[in-house]
Nanobody, 120 residues
Framework: QVQLVESGGGLVQPGGSLRLSCAAS????????GGWYRQAPGNQRELVAT???????DYSDSVKGRFTVSRDNAKNTVYLQMDNLKPEDTAVYSC??????????????WGQGTQVTVSS
């Protein structure tokens, strides 16, 4: 079975840093793109960062320059390094992996989410 397990969330002060990890199992991780989403109370789920199977990254404007997404295929893990955290970064962060077949079928898998709270 496919399983994604996030870790690394917690409570930090504004300006602090956290590193989220998403460990995947039960799939051929190397061919999946990885992404991080977040959702705060009262808000829609927001795509934060993505990394393709080839290593290309992309970020939402709100986190660009502060967050870094990366992957370690040997460890089947996607990371999100979050620096200079702001209170508005407070949310549940969820990992997603996705692949597309040559026929256009899309496979998506989600982790359970990890809470990030930025507060003084």
């Amino acid at each position: 079975q496919v399983q994604l397990v996030e870790s690394g969330g917690g409570l930090v002060q504004p300006g602090g840093s956290l590193r989220l990890s998403c460990a995947a199992s039960g799939l051929n991780f190397n061919i999946y793109a990885g992404g991080w989403y977040r959702q705060a109370p009262g808000n829609q789920r927001e795509l934060v960062a993505t990394v393709t199977s080839g290593g290309t990254t992309d970020y939402s404007d709100s986190v660009k320059g502060r967050f870094t997404v990366s992957r370690d295929n040997a460890k089947n893990t996607v990371y999100l390094q979050m620096d200079n955290l702001k209170p508005e970064d407070t949310a549940v962060y969820s990992c997603n992996v996705q692949r597309r077949t040559v026929f256009g079928l899309v496979y998506n898998y989600w982790g359970q989410g990890t809470q990030v709270t930025v507060s003084s």
